[in-house]
């Protein structure tokens, strides 16, 4: 089973709500990883966790918050978001960030709208 | 820092020819190269991967890459374009380097399969 699952599929927020994105994995991986891809262009990396702890954070904007709360679950929370910020968020996972091949399986994604 | 270009963000084949699509990377060690294919409002998939060894590597669907590091390249091709080839296809690498194992990823090119 190589499967990430992203929910919601799909969101419609205002910029004054809170809302949060999740990921989850059940295939032992402890690396996990968030990324932003908007339209007709490739995915851009925000976060990386790597046995729970963030790892790298790409001077992602604070009204992005990850969290990790086990090695299954990411979770991204959103706060206050600009319509700029309406994107396809991607989750990722792979085996460990240091492994030697770190191969990514990715999830189908949240198509955020931010009005 | 490494990188990777895709030449052509659009290509076009008619069904049953070659597809052939270009990466090309750029770091003074070579990477670990893959090969992504993400189709309409889905997320990405792994088509195949270069690591060590064999430089003609073969992926899932009838697609190959072959690596070749005299021209830093490691382009995707299919004998015989089928319809469901549509989609874009992106090239990423993966640093040697421990601790940066996130991918970076090619513009992408999208491929249309005419009947």
């Known amino acids: 089973d190589t499967e990430v699952t992203q929910t919601p599929k799909h969101l419609v927020m205002g910029m004054t709500n809170k809302k949060s994105l999740k990921c989850e994995q059940h295939?032992?991986?402890?690396?996990m990883y968030w990324y932003k891809q908007k339209a007709k262009k490739p995915p851009e990396l925000m976060f990386v966790?790597?046995?729970?702890?963030?790892?790298i954070n790409e001077s992602v904007p604070s009204r992005f918050s990850p969290e990790c709360p086990n090695s299954s679950l990411l979770n991204l929370h959103l706060h206050a978001l600009q319509p700029e910020d309406s994107a396809l968020y991607l989750c990722?996972?792979?085996?460990?960030?240091?492994?030697?091949?770190?191969?990514?399986?990715f999830g189908a994604g949240t198509r955020l709208s931010v009005l | 820092a490494q990188s990777v270009t895709q030449l052509g963000s659009h290509v076009s084949v008619s069904e049953g020819a070659l597809v052939l699509l270009r990466c090309n990377y750029s770091?003074?060690?070579?990477?670990?190269l893959f090969w992504y294919v993400q189709y309409p409002n889905q997320g990405l998939q792994l088509l195949l991967k270069y690591t060590t060894g064999a430089t003609l590597v073969k992926g899932i669907n009838g697609f190959e890459a072959e690596f070749k590091k005299s021209e830093t390249s490691f382009h995707l091709t299919k004998p015989s374009a089928h319809m469901s080839d549509a989609a874009e296809y992106f090239c990423a690498v993966s640093d040697r380097k421990t601790g940066r194992r996130a991918l970076t990823f090619g513009s992408g090119t999208r491929l249309q399969v005419q009947p």
């Open positions: 990722a996972s792979s085996q460990d960030v240091d492994r030697e091949i770190n191969i990514q399986y």
């Open positions: 966790y790597s046995y729970e702890k963030l790892s």
């Open positions: 295939m032992g991986h402890r690396a």
């Open positions: 770091s003074s060690v070579p990477p670990y």
